[in-house]
């Protein structure tokens, strides 16, 4: 048994290497009204998530608007959607969307076997097309949105991971959403902050994680390649308690470790 629990994740990661071809097909003539397919969304997040903290217990007892919404997106081509906004609201939402139904089917990111589960195998169906969490935030978000500040709005059910919004994206407004999620990120010290004696700055390991893709950021902008760094990407949305600390050529950085529990008490199916 010990034998397949170790070879389980090794399984999953060499599944998702492959990239499956995606395809998505609409049930209507008509482009999908992002306002009232994202409804059922916002009115649960309201309900259910306070500061970040999602009551599981008591979204488990009420999952009809989650699952009106899941079964709604199975007649989505999202490439009808009228605006690259709309569609990078939409992917998120998906995402986030299909992190809370599997939770409530009894998956978290507790461990690494747990994580192959609950981000490589299939969780929601758009368009007729099933689809893993990793192919939505690695294949669809990153590929063709290019847009960094998705990491600040994906939230993979676990404490590390920046807050879970009480309201879902919105086509007019999701990238003021996401600035103001890493502004929040940033300034929460449980997660981030600033040592200015030590001359350190500790932040979350999603910043090493994915560094490529704010060092891509800043290369779009026309910074230079020896000025491009994590901490220059984050400059616009540093807290104003680090003052000039960002620029201090002496500034260490290092990441903190992740805490993959659970974003909120477990619900029943945990058990």
Not at 209 to 222: Q, S, T
Request: glycine share 4%.
């Amino acid at each position: 048994m010990k034998r397949l629990e170790i070879l389980i994740p090794w399984i999953l990661l060499l599944t998702a290497c492959a990239e499956r071809k995606l395809e998505f097909k609409s049930s209507s003539d008509q482009p999908p009204d992002l306002k009232v397919l994202t409804k059922p969304l916002d009115e649960l997040l309201q309900e259910h998530v306070e500061s970040g903290r999602v009551d599981y217990p008591a979204l488990e007892r009420s999952p009809e608007p989650l699952h009106e919404y899941l079964a709604s997106l199975q007649e989505i081509d999202p490439a009808d959607l009228p605006t690259s906004d709309a569609r990078l609201a939409f992917w998120i939402n998906t995402y986030n969307a299909a992190i809370l139904s599997r939770v409530l089917e009894g998956l978290d990111a507790s461990s690494l076997i747990s994580r192959g589960r609950l981000f490589k195998s299939d969780a929601v169906s758009v368009g007729g097309q099933a689809l893993t969490p990793d192919e939505i935030e690695h294949q669809i978000l990153r590929k063709q949105f290019e847009e960094p500040l998705i990491h600040f709005g994906l939230v993979c059910a676990s404490k590390s991971c920046p807050p879970l919004r009480s309201e879902a994206y919105h086509a007019d407004r999701v990238r003021e959403q996401l600035a103001d999620n890493l502004r929040a990120f940033l300034a929460d010290e449980s997660k981030n902050r600033l040592d200015a004696e030590s001359h350190a700055l500790y932040l979350s390991e999603i910043f090493d994680w994915f560094e490529d893709d704010f060092l891509a950021a800043l290369e779009r902008k026309g910074i230079p390649e020896d000025d491009r760094s994590v901490v220059r990407f984050l400059r616009p949305y540093a807290p104003s308690a680090w003052g000039d600390a960002l620029d201090d050529p002496d500034l260490e950085v290092e990441h903190q470790d992740y805490d993959w529990s659970l974003n909120g008490p477990a619900p029943k199916s945990h058990d």
